[in-house]
C-alpha cells in the first residue's frame, strides 16, 4: 500500500474517462521498431537473454553466426520479444537490426527481391548514433578508408553543404572506399551508400539500394546505372551478399523473421515459412557477423520446417538453439498489469494506493492459472476495466465492429510513419484498391452499379501489368473497367503496361483507368499510349494517386491481412468499411468509377524535374580534388 497516494477522486475520474486497455492489442511490424506497448523483461527473459548472451559470443569472436528459433503459438509474445531485443540493440549500439513480417514477404517467387528491399528499409531505420542505419554504415566506411572518426550526425548534418562546394565529392569518397572494399563487386553499391549522407538525395540512394529504378534523370545526377538485368532474383540475392559483407565489417547482424504463417505457396509449392527457411539457410553462409532469428508457430516448425527436402541442413542452421514460450504465470500477469498501469496513471500525473489499483491482486493470480496468453489477460482489463465499487456492469463481450475500429485506427497511424514504404510499392497500393472494392460490391457509386470485382488473367508475357477488372451497370449499360497501378519509374515498364490498357479487345474492358501519381514521361512511346486512352475513342481514366486518399485503404487492407491476430473476421471488416464509408466516400474509388475526364490530373510528381532540381550547382572550378577533400572534410569534421 502507497502511503503517499493521489486522491481517490482523482484516480477515479481518470479511470471513468479512459480505459487504456481498450486499444489494439496487437503487435504489428512498426511496433518493432517504434514499441508503443510497455515491456516486461521478465516475460520470457530465457529467449530474449539467448539471444543477447549470442550477440556477445559474436562480439567476443567465440563464433560468427547463431541460428536461433522461438517457437509459440499465437499471442504468446513472439513479436514482443522481438521488439525487445529490437529496443535494446538501439540502446547499446554495436549492431544493426532487420526485420521481415508479413507484407515484406510478398511474391514467394521473389523471395530475395523482397529481403533485399527488407533490408533496405530496415537499414532507413534509426540507429543507436541518431541517424539512420544505413547513414552509420556510410560512416565507418569513410573512417576507415579516410582514417578518420567522424561523428555520423555531424557528418550528415554537413555532408549537403560540402557537395554543393564540390559536386565530384561523392565520386572521390567512392574511389577512396573502393581501395580498401576490393572485394565489393559492385562499386555503384559504395557510392550509393555514400550518397544516403545527403539529406537531399537519401530516399533516391534508399530506394536504390532496394532495388528499384530511379528516373533516368535521377539515376544520371547520382551517377548510378539503373539495372537492365532480366533476373532480378539473382542480382538482388548478389546485392544482399555484398550489401552484409560490408556491414559484417563493422556491425553485428540481427535479422528476424517473424509472421511465418500464411496460406501462400511459390511455384515451387513451398509454404512463406519453408521459403523463408531456406533464405535463412542460404544467408547463414554469407553473414561475418549476426543472429538470424525466427519466430513461428510450434505446428510451423513440425510440419513444414522438419518437412523440407534439406530439412536437416536447414534446422542445424536456422535452429541450433530453439526456446518455446511460456505461458505467463501469477507473478506474470501482476507484473504485466502493474507496467500497463503505471504507464497510464504516470501519464495521468497520479499515484495509485498499489500498483494494480483498480484491480486487486488476487483476483490477477487467479487469472495467472488459466494459462493465459498477454493478449487475453489484457482484454480482461479492458472488459472489467472501473471505478471500484461502481454498480455498472462490466461489458460482456467487445463490439466486433468497435474491434475493427480499433484495429484500423492501430494501422492508420502506424502509416504515418510507413506509407513511403508502401507508396511506390504497385502491387499491394492494388491489393489495397481491390479489397476496397468488394466492399462496394452491389452499390452504386457515382453512375455506376458494382456488380462484380476480378483478378485480371493474363498469360505470362501480360503479367504483372494490369490488375483487376470491375464489372458493372452504368446507365443501364454493362461497363468493364480494367485497372492497372503503376508506380514504377521505368519508361519501358509503364510504357508496355499503357499499351496493355488501350488493348480494350484482348483485355476484355470497355474502359481502362490508370492510378499513379507520377507524369508520363513526355516525348514517350508511353506518353503516346496514355493520349489514345485519354481519348475520346477510348475514354479511359488516369486518376492521382495521393498518399492521404490511399492510407485509409491500405490500414483496413492490412487490417484484413491480419485478422486471424486482431481477432475479427472478413465480413466484419467488410460491414465495418461500409459502415464508415471508407470506399464510397473514398477519392480514388470514387474517381475510377466516375465519367472519364480525359484529362491529365494536376499535382504529378514529375520525377525528372525532381532530379534537375536537386543537381549540385557546381559553383567553382576544383583542380586539386585531394586538396578540397582534405579542407571539406576537416570543415564536416568540425
Not at 536447414?314 to 502493474?338: C, H, P
Not at 453512375?447 to 504483372?464: C, L, P, S, W, Y
Amino acid at each position: 500500500m502507497n502511503d503517499f497516494h493521489s486522491s481517490i477522486a482523482d484516480l477515479n475520474k481518470a479511470i471513468a474517462s479512459q480505459n487504456p486497455f481498450d486499444r489494439s492489442l496487437i503487435v504489428r511490424s512498426n511496433d518493432i521498431w517504434k514499441p508503443s506497448f510497455p515491456d516486461v523483461p521478465s516475460i520470457n527473459a530465457h529467449a530474449s537473454d539467448a539471444v543477447f548472451q549470442a550477440i556477445e559470443q559474436i562480439r567476443a569472436g567465440y563464433r560468427t553466426v547463431s541460428g536461433i528459433t522461438i517457437k509459440a503459438e499465437k499471442g504468446l509474445g513472439k513479436s514482443h520479444l522481438i521488439s525487445r531485443i529490437r529496443r535494446r540493440l538501439l540502446d547499446e549500439g554495436g549492431s544493426f537490426f532487420v526485420y521481415m513480417s508479413d507484407v515484406d514477404y510478398g511474391n514467394l517467387n521473389r523471395v530475395h527481391a523482397n529481403f533485399l528491399n527488407t533490408l533496405s528499409l530496415s537499414l532507413k531505420q534509426i540507429g543507436n548514433e541518431g541517424v539512420m542505419q544505413w547513414q552509420e554504415l556510410a560512416t565507418a566506411l569513410l573512417n576507415e578508408a579516410l582514417g578518420k572518426t567522424h561523428i555520423a550526425q555531424n557528418l550528415v548534418k554537413q555532408f549537403s553543404g560540402a557537395l554543393a562546394k564540390n559536386p565530384k565529392l561523392v565520386d572521390r569518397l567512392t574511389e577512396k572506399v573502393l581501395q580498401l572494399k576490393s572485394n565489393i563487386e559492385n562499386p555503384y553499391l559504395i557510392q550509393a551508400i555514400l550518397w544516403t549522407l545527403s539529406s537531399d538525395k537519401v530516399s533516391f540512394a534508399t530506394n536504390w539500394l532496394s532495388g528499384k529504378a530511379l528516373a533516368q534523370g535521377q539515376a544520371d545526377a547520382m551517377g548510378l546505372p539503373n539495372s537492365t538485368e532480366e533476373d532480378k532474383e539473382g542480382e538482388a540475392f548478389q546485392t544482399v551478399c555484398q550489401i552484409l559483407d560490408l556491414i559484417g565489417d563493422y556491425r553485428t547482424l540481427v535479422i528476424g523473421f517473424d509472421e511465418l504463417e500464411s496460406v501462400d505457396r511459390n511455384e515451387a509449392g513451398f509454404s512463406r515459412a519453408q521459403v523463408a527457411a531456406l533464405l535463412v539457410k542460404d544467408l547463414y553462409g554469407k553473414i561475418k557477423r549476426g543472429v538470424l532469428m525466427t519466430a513461428m508457430f510450434d505446428e510451423t516448425w513440425q510440419f513444414q520446417i522438419r518437412a523440407l527436402p534439406q530439412a536437416e541442413s536447414v534446422t542445424a542452421r536456422m535452429g541450433e538453439k530453439i526456446f518455446d514460450l511460456q505461458y505467463l504465470n501469477a507473478d506474470d500477469v501482476v507484473t504485466l498489469v502493474s507496467q500497463w498501469l503505471k504507464e497510464f496513471y504516470d501519464s495521468k500525473g497520479l499515484t495509485p494506493p498499489y500498483p494494480v489499483y483498480p484491480f486487486h491482486e488476487g483476483e490477477l493470480r487467479e487469472l495467472g492459472k488459466e494459462k493465459l496468453i498477454v493478449r487475453k489477460v489484457l482484454e480482461e482489463c479492458a472488459k472489467n476495466w472501473k471505478v471500484p465499487d461502481d454498480s455498472t456492469p462490466p461489458p460482456t463481450a467487445a463490439d466486433p465492429l468497435h474491434q475493427v475500429e480499433l484495429a484500423f485506427n492501430n494501422e492508420l497511424n502506424a502509416l504515418e510513419e510507413t506509407i513511403e514504404k508502401y507508396f511506390d510499392d504497385s502491387d499491394i497500393l492494388a491489393e489495397a484498391l481491390y479489397f476496397a472494392f468488394f466492399a462496394v460490391k452491389g452499390e452504386t457509386v457515382g453512375r455506376v452499379q458494382v456488380e462484380e470485382i476480378e483478378k485480371v488473367q493474363t498469360k505470362a508475357v501480360d503479367k504483372g501489368y494490369l490488375d483487376f477488372r470491375i464489372r458493372g451497370k452504368e446507365n443501364g449499360k454493362s461497363v468493364k473497367i480494367v485497372v492497372a497501378v503503376i508506380q514504377d519509374s521505368i519508361t519501358r515498364f509503364v510504357t508496355a503496361a499503357l499499351s496493355r490498357l488501350i488493348d480494350y479487345q484482348k483485355f476484355d474492358m470497355t474502359r481502362g483507368c490508370l492510378v499513379r501519381s507520377k507524369a508520363v514521361k513526355p516525348n514517350s512511346l508511353g506518353k503516346q499510349y496514355l493520349d489514345r486512352l485519354l481519348s475520346q475513342e477510348l475514354g479511359g481514366e488516369f486518376v492521382n494517386l495521393a498518399t492521404e486518399d490511399i492510407k485509409p485503404l491500405l490500414a483496413i487492407y492490412f487490417v484484413n491481412k491480419a485478422r486471424t491476430d486482431y481477432d475479427v473476421t472478413e465480413d466484419q471488416i467488410l460491414e465495418f468499411i461500409v459502415q464508415k464509408k471508407l470506399a464510397t466516400e473514398n477519392y480514388l474509388i470514387c474517381e475510377i468509377l466516375s465519367d472519364p475526364s480525359g484529362q491529365i490530373p494536376d499535382g504529378l510528381v514529375d520525377e525528372n524535374e525532381i532530379a534537375k532540381s536537386t543537381l549540385i550547382p557546381d559553383t567553382r572550378e576544383i583542380n586539386n580534388l585531394d586538396e578540397a577533400l582534405d579542407n571539406l572534410l576537416g570543415q564536416i569534421s568540425g
